[in-house]
Structures are given as C-alpha cells and as structure tokens.
C-alpha cells in the first residue's frame, strides 16, 4: 500500500465505497479485515484514503463483496447518494 502524501494527493487518490458496502451489508472493519487477512486498522485507513490498496487487495475486496473492483473503487469521487448534483 501507499500513504497518500500531501504532493501525491491529487495524482494518486483512489476513491472508494468500502464503508457504504460495509454498511449495506452490516459487515463491521474487523469482519472484513479478518476476511481479508489484514489489520482492522488497514480497512479504516482504506476507507479514509489514507492509503490505496495494491492491485491484488482492491480485488480481494471487490471479490468480498461479490461486485466488480470499478463498484468500489475509483479515481474520481463517487456522486453523493440522494445528492441533487
């Protein structure tokens, strides 16, 4: 993984869904982490964009989830849901 840094922020920030699919699917950061084989920390530092995940953990996220890897993560910002823009 990669910290997102101040000077690569903009180049390198990945956009994800991983708290609203936690969420839908009542799935805590532990559970997840431990499904995945990593810290609880790691997924809440995914999900605050502190760090991107390798290519290999985005897939073993979208795979959790059972939705292709463009469903939860993105290179721009997710539309706000029930937002009118």
Do not use: C
């Not at 059972?66 to 849901?81: G, N």
């Amino acid at each position: 993984m990669r910290k997102a840094g101040p000077a690569s922020a903009d180049k390198e920030t990945v956009y994800n869904r991983i708290p609203v699919l936690r969420a839908e699917r009542g799935v805590s950061r532990r559970d997840l982490a431990a499904a995945l084989g990593v810290h609880y920390q790691t997924v809440g530092y995914l999900e605050r964009g502190e760090y991107s995940p390798s290519l290999h953990l985005a897939l073993r996220i979208a795979d959790y989830f059972e939705v292709p890897v463009e469903v939860v993560f993105s290179l721009t910002p997710f539309p706000r849901i029930g937002g009118t823009s």
